[in-house]
Antibody, heavy 119, light 107 residues
Framework: QLQLQESGPRLVKPSETLSLTCTVS??????????WGWIRQPPGRGLECIAV???????SYHPSLKSRLSVSVDTSKNQFSLTLTSVSAADTAVYYC???????????WGQGTLVTVSS | DVQMTQSPSTLSASVGDRVTITCRAS??????LAWYQQKPGKAPKLLIY???NLQSGVPSRFTGSGSGTQFTLTITNVQPDDFATYYC?????????FGQGTRVEMK
């Protein structure tokens, strides 16, 4: 059964870097037609997709975060990671990783991890 | 960038009601439109994909329709488990966009 699990620090200081990893089990992240997303949700607010990673390794970023955001892949560990630099309180959110199957949508999600930006 | 606008923001309903949530896109796109249900403290759950296709295991009281720039999610015969927040999402773009959400609360 497909599982996605987010991991990383829960508390980050302002101006520092937020790093999260999503570990995927039961399927290779390079499987054709799978796309992998990072979605965040500030407390009490809606969902925002901030990055999408294709099975081929190409990445797309939310325009407002593009200058601070990057994603990477470690195929040997079947993981993909998120790095967000120069964080502020506005980056406090639950961060989810999720899988999108082409044409279907985000059909599998991690449980999410709350990252708080505070000194 | 495509903007997705949901209405209403909040909807009050009773068990057995029929409710409709609307999602309007700022520009027309193909049928890559999904609906999700989210309960407090939980990850979203995919209900509908490609406008009108029911995800496996989702009750048939959930239906999706629409085209172009206007899409709807209808819940027929609302059940206690359906009180939650619902989001539309386009996945036609390189980075996907969600609507702001519609909270369905008990009247």
């Amino acid at each position: 059964q497909l599982q996605l699990q987010e991991s990383g620090p829960r508390l980050v200081k302002p101006s520092e870097t937020l790093s999260l990893t999503c570990t995927v089990s039961s399927v290779s992240i390079t499987t054709t037609n799978y796309y992998w997303g990072w979605i965040r949700q500030p407390p009490g607010r809606g969902l925002e997709c901030i990055a999408v990673l294709s099975y081929s390794g190409s990445a797309s970023y939310h325009p407002s975060l593009k200058s601070r955001l990057s994603v990477s892949v470690d195929t040997s560990k079947n993981q993909f990671s998120l790095t967000l630099t120069s964080v502020s309180a506005a980056d406090t959110a639950v961060y989810y990783c999720a899988r999108h199957f082409y044409g279907i949508g985000l059909e599998s999600w991690g449980q999410g991890t709350l990252v708080t930006v505070s000194s | 960038d495509v903007q997705m606008t949901q209405s209403p923001s909040t909807l009050s309903a009773s068990v057995g009601d029929r409710v409709t949530i609307t999602c309007r896109a700022s520009q027309s796109f193909n049928n890559w439109l999904a609906w999700y249900q989210q309960k407090p403290g939980k990850a979203p759950k995919l209900l509908i994909y490609a406008v009108s296709n029911l995800q496996s295991g989702v009750p048939s009281r959930f239906t999706g329709s629409g085209s172009g720039t206007q899409f709807t999610l209808t819940i027929t015969n609302v059940q206690p488990d359906d009180f939650a927040t619902y989001y539309c999402q386009e996945y036609n773009s390189y980075v996907w966009t969600f609507g702001q959400g519609t909270r369905v609360e008990m009247k």
